[in-house]
């Protein structure tokens, strides 16, 4: 049973341009979050998705958006990208109704 | 609002000595409260979850962590550290209500272990 999975792994990008990073849950998981990790820091949730739709969002600019696809996977987005935007992204999924959330492995983005 | 505030950023052990890392939470609701792992380089790996049930609750890796409501504490501890403990630890809060899956981390405590 695949677990969350994430890609790229890496990536470096230029200040200014845009990023798209992209997330599978776990299978039989229907909600997915977002979360940055910069370097020392815990996590901090970006938001979350359920039935395509933006069902909660923590404090990030609209800089940062996302979709969810009908098979549940899910894209984040970075515009405009600053150097402050480097860090660590995780994603998550958890199923409706239940209360275990499991993270990804990461992309890890480099502003330059 | 909800916060997680860990004590001690960095935490050495020698090996076989208890692992004792502290976590107090503050929320409006009765919490769902976790400890998460991170290896180097690597996601988030759940320890444990307290969800409402037993307050002593049991985790992989031998692992176990007591839910205090008293105290507002959720202390991560394992009675003999392995050198494969060596990692950072990240406690975190949730809402109990349903539909609700915003985790509020804590800055992470890093675990040293000394052979």
């Known amino acids: 049973d695949a677990g969350v999975t994430q890609s790229p792994t890496h990536l470096i990008k230029t200040r200014g341009q845009q990023v798209t990073l992209r997330c599978s849950p776990k299978s039989g998981h229907d909600t997915v979050s977002w979360y940055q990790q910069a370097l020392g820091q815990g996590p901090q949730f970006i938001f979350q998705y359920y ?8 404090n990030f600019p609209d800089r940062f958006s996302g979709h969810q696809f009908p098979n549940y996977s899910s894209e984040l987005n ?9 860090a660590l992204y995780l994603c998550a999924s958890t199923k409706q109704g239940a209360n275990t959330i499991y993270f990804g492995e990461g992309s890890w983005l480099t502003v330059v | 609002a909800q916060s997680v505030t860990q004590l001690g950023s960095h935490v050495s052990v020698s090996e076989g000595a208890l692992v004792l890392l502290r976590c107090n939470y503050s929320s409006s609701v009765p919490p769902y409260l976790f400890w998460y792992v991170q290896y180097p380089n690597q996601g988030l790996q759940l320890l444990l979850k307290y969800t409402s049930a037993a307050t002593l609750v049991k985790g992989i890796n031998g692992f176990e962590a007591e839910f205090k409501k008293s105290e507002t504490s959720f202390h991560l501890t394992k009675p003999s550290a392995h050198m494969s403990d060596a990692a950072e630890y990240f406690c975190a809060v949730s809402h109990s209500g349903a539909g609700s899956y915003q985790l509020t981390f804590g800055k992470g405590t890093k675990l040293s272990v000394i052979p």
């Open chain 1, 51 to 58: 039935e395509e739709e933006e069902r909660q969002r923590g």
């Open chain 1, 78 to 86: 970075v515009n405009a990208l600053l150097l402050g935007d480097s």
